[in-house]
């Protein structure tokens, strides 16, 4: 890696600020070295500085030489060149999330012609962006990782003349005269004649007293796939059942001393995909413990030591540096709330024949014709990917429902057209 050719990031191990960035530049695909710094001496040899106490960190650097001392990830994603306005009025279609199903709704709205814009309030890729290495995605036999399909996906649209919008998010909607209109959190209003929304899910935390103070800070929610090289010979803790657990445990296992793997199940059949499940049970330096828990954390400002208790009644702490929680999710749809979209108790929305079961879609459905497949109960807004109600949790059932969605939106504008 030439370091005059990529962004530097100076800071103090266990910074959560450092952390933010690191994790930021990973799945933006962005090329950077991680420069540790402790003191005075660091300082002076890294920088040139004989200031520790007083300087602000972290600090990045660019290619260009410039510099940012303590940025927020909206700096940074600035002086990419990553942050711009709208520039259109209205859209066609607005896509809220730039994760497997809302860039594939994106690469083919743009190419069938559609004046599509794309918001995305962190990194391009979503949950899929944080894995080290996707291998059952259709033509990449040697997988290939979540960033990396995200970036070419990304590349993908904007050649076909979608605008994506970066940190922005959405914290209101209303429906109204057959449009949607979004209040943006930095104040601005996006206007569209369709919408679909593929914000996907959040990571669910531990539940567990001091969790906040210890986050990112040893304690880490996903797979983490930038703090890989922090964990060189360290062992190494990932709670969770799922493919995203499966293929952390495995990115962590190529360095890390040992990886313990924490399932509160009693196997990781009904879960975890076979070609994950017997690549963990083969390798020697990974342990998994099932019908176990995580019930407290251990430390004042970075993670020292966890509890784990067992179903069998065993009770120990054990000293951990690196935790990684991939327990799930729940989906982020508060901003529907005021609407008369209808979400199931979790909070996923609900679309198609699923309304169906739903009494108060039949009080808020204004049309004769039944919704269309991923359509919500607000004619003209759809949903794809991990943010609907009973989809499938998979990268390639997201991108198809991505691509699927786009196909009813046109009959939604086509039919809108004809009133």
Not at 75 to 95: N, Q
Not at 374 to 401: H, M, Q
């Amino acid at each position: 890696m030439d370091g005059a050719k990529v962004v530097k990031v100076f800071g103090e191990a266990y910074s959560k600020e450092a952390y933010a960035i690191r994790d930021f530049l990973a799945r933006g695909v962005v090329e950077y070295e991680w420069c540790e710094v402790s003191g005075d001496s660091d300082c002076l040899h890294q920088l040139g500085v004989l200031d520790f106490e007083n300087t602000r960190w972290p600090i990045v650097v660019f290619p260009d030489g410039s510099t940012l001392y303590a940025p927020t990830l909206a700096d940074i994603a600035t002086k990419l060149g990553w942050v711009s306005r709208p520039r259109y009025h209205e859209y066609d279609l607005s896509i809220y999330g730039a994760g497997p199903a809302g860039l594939s709704a994106a690469v083919y709205a743009a190419s069938e012609g559609l004046r599509a814009v794309v918001i995305e309030r962190a990194a391009v890729g979503g949950q899929a962006g944080t894995s080290s290495l996707i291998e059952n995605y259709m033509g990449f036999p040697q997988g290939i990782a979540g960033a990396e399909l995200a970036e070419r996906a990304r590349q993908q649209a904007v050649k076909f003349g979608v605008e994506l919008l970066l940190m922005r998010e959405g914290i209101r909607a209303t429906f109204m005269n057959g449009k949607i209109e979004v209040s943006l959190a930095d104040g601005s209003l996006l206007r569209a004649r369709a919408n679909i929304c593929a914000t996907g899910i959040e990571y669910r935390s531990l539940g567990v007293p001091g969790e906040q103070r210890l986050l990112n800070s040893g304690l880490f929610y996903g797979a983490g796939a930038s703090e890989a090289p922090m964990c060189d010979g360290k062992n190494v803790f990932v709670v969770g059942g799922g493919n995203s657990a499966g293929q952390a445990v495995m990115n962590f296992a190529r360095t890390a001393k040992k990886v313990t793997m924490i399932v509160r199940g009693p196997t990781l059949a009904a879960t975890l995909s076979h070609y994950l499940l017997d690549r963990i049970t083969q390798t020697k330096n990974v342990e998994v413990l099932f019908g176990s828990a995580v019930t407290q954390l251990f430390g004042d400002t970075q993670l020292e030591a966890i509890r784990i208790v067992r179903t069998s009644g065993e009770d120990e702490v054990v000293d951990a540096e690196r935790l990684f929680v991939c327990i799930g999710g729940a989906p982020n749809t508060d901003w529907a709330k005021e609407t008369t979209i209808v979400r199931d108790r979790n909070g996923y929305l609900v679309t198609g024949a699923d309304l169906g079961e739903f009494p108060e879609f039949e009080r808020c459905w204004p049309l004769e014709r039944r919704p269309y497949f991923l359509e919500t109960s607000v004619p003209g807004s759809f949903a794809a990917g991990d943010v609907r109600f009973g989809s499938v949790k998979r990268v390639a059932s997201a991108v198809g429902e991505g691509a699927m969605a786009v196909t009813f939106v046109h009959r939604y504008l086509a039919e809108s057209a004809n009133q």
